[in-house]
């Protein structure tokens, strides 16, 4: 018995290119360019309100609000371990934060 195998070798030159061209006014952002950073939320509530919220507390808001945006995978080990849950005033800041970034 005889195998043969046919192989197409080729050569792209460096000046092969294609050009696109976007207009971006006629783009709508998408959901995540539309969206505050942790950092950015902070900044907001510490100019605006003049206390420090935890990233903790950001993510507890986010997720009463359902935006969850991935899997937490720093969890905790024990099952019965508990979090400190955000104060009420700190909840109030970090929404009107995520009102003025459009984000609920």
Request: aromatic share 6%.
């Amino acid at each position: 018995m005889h195998v043969e195998t046919v192989v197409l070798l080729s050569q792209q030159k460096a000046d092969d290119h294609i050009e696109i061209e976007i207009n971006l006014d006629e783009i709508d952002a998408t959901s995540a360019e539309t969206k505050a950073t942790y950092k950015q939320i902070q900044e907001w509530v510490q100019e605006h309100y003049g206390f420090h919220v935890t990233h903790l507390n950001i993510a507890q808001v986010k997720q009463k609000h359902g935006i969850i945006e991935r899997e937490n995978y720093n969890k905790a080990k024990s099952v019965n371990s508990k979090q400190p849950g955000c104060p009420e005033e700190k909840f109030k800041a970090i929404e009107d934060a995520m009102r003025h970034f459009q984000m609920i």
